[in-house]
């Protein structure tokens, strides 16, 4: 596959129907962080999720990786509900936790083990990934002497080695220096071009977003406020597209909506007028 734009209508990997999410507050109240959203993915499809700070990303992840389950509406994740489809799901974490126990080498091994790969076949996966996540130097060592940006690193090479159908990563390239971060961002294209994958992919860099992704959406107030198509061929020259007139387009839309936000989600805050 070289690009998913274009293409007929697909299977829907990821389809959200009326979701709702709530949580008990400490206080005994209760929170609603979801209100009702309809968002469908269909196979295949790389989406940026981006919001501000606490409006509900992490959570609607969690709810497609079967962690969290909707107040109400409904979930499903490879036509069925997301817990059954979790072996095919690879979850990176904001703040991935690679096992201590383990080498840098052995926590990419890891669900490789777990599957019953040969040792032989499970050396060779690890090798690719942690090459490409220029972690190959490091593949003995252990993760508490690792920075923060070689942790993440290791545990992008543990996700990917799975190769699994549908990938969820939150923030997965924060930690990364500008250099570090574009080369392993062509990687991840790489790998998405070449297996395929669903990515549902959660940023604060709107920048990322628009140069990865083939559809933005927007999340705040509890429901998607925005939701645009990246209609920018690929290959994408990640270093010359920010001149693109596509590109400052999205981004100016983007960043304006985003800026219209509050901080963080608050229930009890007077709801954004309609623009349209
Ligand atoms: N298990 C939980 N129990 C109670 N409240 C929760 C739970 N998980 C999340 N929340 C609340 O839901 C809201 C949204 O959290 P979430 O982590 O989804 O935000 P986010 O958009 O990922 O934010 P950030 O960009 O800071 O990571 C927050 O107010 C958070 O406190
Ligand atoms: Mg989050």
Redesign the pocket.
């Known amino acids: 596959m070289t690009s998913t734009m274009n293409s007929p209508v697909r299977e829907h990997a990821i389809a959200l129907h009326g979701v709702r999410v709530e ?1 008990d507050t400490p206080q005994g109240d209760t ?1 609603t ?1 979801i209100e009702k959203l309809d968002l469908s993915v269909p196979r295949g499809q790389f989406v940026a999720l981006i ?1 501000r ?7 609607l992840l969690n709810m497609v990786a079967g962690l969290v389950s909707p107040t109400s509406g409904e979930a499903q994740v490879l036509s069925g509900p997301p817990v059954k489809a979790r072996k095919h799901i690879g979850f990176m974490m ?1 703040r991935d936790a690679l096992l201590p126990w383990r080498s840098a080498r052995k926590n990419v091994e890891y669900g490789l083990e777990l599957r019953g790969v040969s040792r032989r076949q499970r050396r060779e996966i690890a090798t690719r990934w942690l090459d490409a996540v220029h972690m190959a130097h490091a593949e003995r060592m252990w993760p508490w002497q690792l920075s923060q940006g070689m942790r993440q690193r290791v545990a992008l090479a543990r996700t990917w080695a799975l190769d699994p159908e549908i990938i969820l990563m939150d923030e997965p390239f924060a930690a990364l220096d500008a250099h570090t971060r574009v080369s392993v961002q062509l990687e991840f294209l790489n790998l998405w071009q070449e297996q395929a994958s669903t990515v549902v992919f ?1 940023t ?1 860099d709107i920048t990322e977003a628009i140069s990865l992704a083939d559809r933005v959406v927007l999340l705040g107030d509890g429901r998607i406020l925005d939701d645009v198509m990246v209609d920018i061929p690929r290959p994408r020259d990640l270093e010359s597209l920010r001149v693109d007139h596509r590109f400052t387009e999205l981004y100016d839309r983007l960043q304006r909506r985003l800026n219209q936000l509050p901080d ?2 608050d229930p009890a805050a007077p709801t954004r007028e309609e623009e349209n």
Do not use: M, Y
Request: glycine residues 18%; contains cysteine; aromatic residues 6%.
């Open positions: 949580f929170n962080i919001g700070s606490g409006c509900g990303k992490t959570t904001a959660v604060h963080t989600h």
